[in-house]
């Protein structure tokens, strides 16, 4: 997530002061005095993640990040170590990250980003305002990380005061790289400066003369890139290649002395260095070499008279302990450099252009193949997606087919019965039109029937009638 560098300070007596990280996340120091040993380790405090040293009136002050996702600070009161919690997080869910830090006037300006644990694809980048009493919070970006960047956020302090802040942002084929300053107790809207590709990615940034500075490390396939990026008070922005190698580049470092720009960097061992005029950048000089001890990046804090501040160096195994600050290295090539820079000076610089464009059109090929690569990726998945749609539509279309035959055949047998059926329907309806006839003559014969009927009871009436009176009449003869 950010890489760890060991502090160093060296103190009015030329004590040189060490605080690292071990294995078992012990926050440890040690002094080496006149005689050239290290004294024995001491713990300062344990569970640490991250650190930020700084020295006020000899004073040793420290802030640093926990495993238990608080930021605390201590410092040396009577040989013992006395802390306090600055800011904590009380849900275990959430890391606290990528510590750094700036100090402006009487407050303290405290970076770190929170990353939940489970998901880590995304954070938040937080400020802190602190000044030794009441601490404000602030939330300022949300980032996408990526586990092939060694840095997400880089801040520096310019000439007058403000701080600048570059953050790189996970956007899919590329990484977006954005900045934003803070002046006047508020921050600038955020612009996008450039894009970039590849893998263990990180970067330094130097302000000078209103304009930013930035070195970018990165690996693409196979190869390490050191490029340079400038953007002036104008607004235009330079990219150019400095450097590539096979061999595994480390720990660059950007300075600036007199009109000239430096950067160093760490490859097999040796300390290379190249310089900008303002057009080009020179050969790759190796400036150190150590086979038996090993060089690493350190942060110092340096005092003087008139101003403390935080720079980097290299500095070689604890057997035989050295401080190699960019200026001492630069008198190792200064001479050389500049009995390169007056001999065919013309050629050099067309060399240079010549080579600088190569390798620019190199890197840019070699970006544009591994965008298409992945373009080419996605193409293929989704050409294997459509097939596999073709394959399932092919299946249900002869499903389809099958289920059509299987109804035109039942349809075939449908009409069949349908005629089946009509013809046995017509001959019902013949025989019930012959009931019909039938019923139409009983029902006729049958009124005829009951007709003669009523006519027969109305004469039997009759009768019955004329009985009656026969039958008074004989008795009345009686």
Known sequence: MSNFYSWIYVDSQNNIWKFYKNDNYELCYQVMFDDGKWTKERIVDRNVLEVFIYVE????????????????YCTMKDNQWLGRTVYSIDDDNFELHNLKVEILGPEMHIFFIIIEKMIRIRAVLMQCIWNNEDIKTFKLQDIALNYHLEENYLIKVDEKGSIILLF?????????????????????????????????????????????????????????????????????????????????????????????????????????CSSYNGRYWSKATPC???????????????????ESLVKDAYCTGDLDFHILYPEQLLLAVAEDEEKESQVKATELVIHKKSDGNQKQELIKIKSENKKLNRKLASLNMQIQKNKRIAEEQEVLLNKAIEQKLKAEENSKLFFKLQKQLQTELEKVNQQLDLEKQERFVCESKYKS???????IMQELQKLQLNDSSLHEEIELLK
């Open 288 to 306: 150190f070499s150590s086979k038996d001890q090993h060089i690493q990046k350190y942060h110092i804090y340096t005092t003087s008279p008139k």
């Open 449 to 455: 029937s009951s007709e003669s009927v009523s006519k």
């Open 57 to 72: 009136d000899e004073i040793i002050h420290i802030l640093y990040i926990t495993l238990k996702n608080t930021l605390k």
């Open 168 to 272: 790189i942002t996970d956007e899919g084929e590329e990484f977006g790289v954005n900045y934003s300053i803070y002046k006047n107790h508020s921050w600038s809207q955020e612009n996008r400066l450039y894009s970039i590709t590849g893998e263990d990615i990180t970067f330094e940034i130097l302000s000078s003369e209103q304009t930013i500075h930035v070195v970018n490390k990165y690996k693409d396939d196979s190869v390490y890139f050191l490029d340079y990026v400038c953007l002036d008070s104008n607004g235009e922005l330079q990219k150019v290649i400095i450097y590539e190698s096979n061999m595994v580049i480390a720990d660059p470092i950007i300075v600036k002395a007199n009109t000239l720009m430096y950067v160093f960097w760490l490859e097999n061992s040796r300390i290379f």
